[in-house]
């Protein structure tokens, strides 16, 4: 990935945008930034393998759905299937000529 070269640049750049008297304190935040993030993954890695488990799901578990919320001025038509528009029919008006 990056040669010794590289690597001695970097830390020299480093040193100085960030000054040789923070740099203990920025490496130790992150450890503890890196320490976090490693827990995190574990946690998540545990819940997702835990939940994957038939032990732990139910075996008949009913959907949860919200229930319907009313909106004055908006319709929401309760038939699942889009039924066709009726179009009213147009009447032809009378000729002008008698």
Known sequence: ??????????????ILIFGARKLPELARSAGKSARILKAEARAMKY??????TPEHAPEHAPEQQAPPRVIRGETVPTD???????QPHHRPEPDAHP
Do not use: K
């Open 47 to 52: 819940e997702n393998a835990t939940r994957d």
């Open 80 to 86: 699942p299937v889009p039924r066709p528009h009726h």
């Open 1 to 14: 990935m990056f040669g010794l070269s590289e690597l001695a640049i970097l830390l020299i750049a480093v």
